[in-house]
């Protein structure tokens, strides 16, 4: 079915009543992919995750989701709503169960090699589905819009191949600063900055990377054939927390490259960058979902959704405004703050919706595009 083929009423309804088969297909298909994982830890996994996995835990995880995909297909099939993704989800985790199930055993050691970091595409999937949409249901700024809203399919694909590839995004991202910021790296430096406190390193990269990502992000608006890659994420004419992964992968790459390089330089210990990198993924999910309230405080301090909501908004006088991912006062200070008060957006997207639906034909906009 076509993304644009239902009102928003219908995929209200759909998110309602098929519920049962949404979620039997959704967890059948993670579950599968955990066993498939268990199978094949050196090319799918990630060798920092794997090191801290509690493999008792995670055998108990997909255990449990597997019998729930079996159990609400069948409640999908039984009351014949959402039938057809319930006998998705139900022959998804059949196929899981004749596979080995939570039960796989993985030969240790497992050898370092070339992967593709699928384990971390399961993870986050799950963890940010089960916060975000329940919040999301609970306290909606935009209540009426549906779960299955247009273009959901399209910022899953961008979510899935982001995830799929993150080992060679992160080679693509890495090598610049290898390569061009290695004469730039002090080991003194690189030594007293390791040596400071966790928390404060944390803090600390995190006012770096955002002050290298503010730079990337203006000029991804301002030079006219970068604004082609960037356009992509500016599409979404609905926003929630699957939005923001529309991102074009040169887009991704560029902006990790330009982060990634000072924190590279001034030698942040790997626990530090680990916490940046846990942080800006739930920041980045939080500021583009659909969710209201705000705090005055927390808005001088934290890039919040209404903040970024602006930065997204279809409005004249909100173009090129609020381009910090997590600290608001580096758009006070270079004067792109727009953040008028107890208002939000009436809309989102680029005016005439240049961007294509689809992520195959997002990925090739840039490359065709003339505007």
Same mark, same amino acid.
């Given at each position: 079915?076509?993304?644009?083929?239902?009102?928003?009423?219908?995929?209200?309804?759909?998110? $309602?009543?098929?519920?049962? +088969?949404?979620?039997? #297909?959704?967890? @059948?298909?993670?579950?599968?992919?955990?066993?498939?994982?268990? &199978?094949?830890?050196?090319?799918?996994?990630?060798?920092?995750?794997?090191?801290? =996995?509690?493999?008792?835990?995670?055998?108990?995880?997909?255990?449990?989701?597997?019998?729930?995909?079996?159990?609400?297909?069948?409640?999908?099939?039984?009351?014949?709503?959402?039938?057809?993704?319930?006998?998705?989800?139900?022959?998804?985790?059949?196929?899981?169960?004749?596979?080995?199930? !939570?039960?796989?055993?993985?030969?240790?050691?497992?050898?370092?090699?070339?992967?593709?970091?699928?384990?971390?595409?399961?993870?986050?999937?799950?963890?940010?589905?089960?916060?975000?949409?329940?919040?999301? $249901?609970?306290?909606?700024?935009?209540?009426?819009?549906?779960?299955?809203?247009?273009?959901?399919?399209?910022?899953?694909? &961008?979510?899935?191949?982001?995830?799929?590839?993150?080992?060679?995004?992160?080679?693509?991202?890495? #090598?610049?600063?290898?390569?061009?910021?290695?004469?730039?790296?002090?080991?003194?430096?690189?030594? !007293?900055?390791?040596?400071?406190?966790?928390?404060?390193?944390?803090?600390? !990269?995190?006012?770096?990377?955002?002050?290298? @990502? =503010?730079?990337?992000?203006?000029?991804?608006? *301002?030079?006219?054939?970068?604004?082609?890659?960037?356009?992509?994420?500016?599409?979404?004419?609905?926003?929630?927390?699957?939005?923001?992964?529309?991102?074009?992968?040169?887009?991704?790459?560029?902006? $990790?490259?330009?982060?990634? *390089?000072?924190?590279?330089?001034?030698?942040?210990?790997?626990? !530090?960058?680990?916490?940046?990198?846990?942080?800006?993924?739930?920041?980045?999910?939080?500021?583009?979902? %659909?969710?209201?309230?705000?705090?005055?405080?927390?808005? $001088?301090?934290?890039?919040?959704?209404?903040?970024?909501?602006?930065?997204?908004?279809?409005?004249?006088?909100?173009?090129?405004? %609020?381009?910090?991912? &997590?600290?608001?006062?580096?758009?006070?200070?270079?004067?792109?703050? =727009?953040?008028?008060?107890?208002?939000?957006?009436?809309? =989102? @997207?680029?005016? @005439? %919706?240049?961007?294509?639906?689809?992520?195959?034909?997002?990925?090739?906009?840039?490359?065709?595009?003339? +505007?």
């Amino acid at each position: 079915m076509a993304e644009g083929a239902l009102d928003d009423r219908g995929r209200i309804q759909l998110g $309602r009543r098929w519920l049962p +088969g949404i979620l039997s #297909a959704f967890l @059948g298909c993670l579950g599968l992919l955990a066993v498939l994982c268990l &199978h094949f830890p050196a090319l799918l996994t990630t060798p920092e995750l794997r090191a801290v =996995y509690p493999m008792a835990l995670v055998r108990t995880s997909i255990a449990t989701g597997l019998a729930a995909a079996l159990l609400l297909g069948g409640l999908a099939l039984l009351f014949d709503r959402g039938r057809r993704l319930g006998a998705l989800g139900v022959a998804l985790a059949l196929a899981a169960q004749l596979a080995g199930g !939570a039960g796989v055993e993985v030969a240790e050691p497992v050898p370092r090699s070339p992967h593709l970091g699928l384990d971390w595409f399961v993870l986050d999937l799950l963890l940010l589905a089960a916060l975000a949409v329940p919040l999301e $249901r609970a306290f909606a700024r935009l209540p009426q819009q549906p779960v299955f809203r247009r273009g959901w399919r399209t910022d899953l694909a &961008h979510f899935f191949a982001s995830h799929l590839l993150i080992q060679v995004i992160s080679l693509l991202t890495l #090598a610049p600063a290898l390569l061009l910021f290695r004469v730039a790296v002090h080991p003194a430096l690189q030594q !007293a900055v390791a040596a400071q406190p966790l928390a404060l390193q944390l803090a600390e !990269a995190v006012l770096v990377a955002d002050l290298a @990502g =503010y730079a990337a992000h203006r000029t991804f608006h *301002a030079v006219p054939w970068l604004w082609r890659f960037h356009a992509v994420h500016h599409s979404s004419e609905a926003l929630d927390w699957l939005a923001g992964s529309r991102l074009h992968l040169v887009d991704a790459v560029v902006t $990790r490259a330009v982060v990634f *390089a000072p924190l590279f330089v001034l030698g942040f210990e790997r626990a !530090a960058l680990a916490g940046y990198l846990l942080w800006v993924s739930f920041q980045a999910t939080w500021i583009h979902a %659909n969710l209201r309230g705000r705090s005055a405080l927390l808005e $001088r301090v934290l890039a919040t959704p209404r903040f970024h909501h602006w930065h997204h908004a279809a409005e004249p006088e909100a173009r090129d405004k %609020n381009f910090a991912v &997590h600290l608001p006062i580096l758009d006070w200070l270079f004067g792109t703050l =727009y953040l008028p008060e107890g208002r939000w957006p009436e809309r =989102y @997207g680029i005016d @005439g %919706n240049p961007v294509p639906p689809g992520w195959l034909r997002q990925l090739l906009y840039p490359l065709t595009s003339r +505007g």
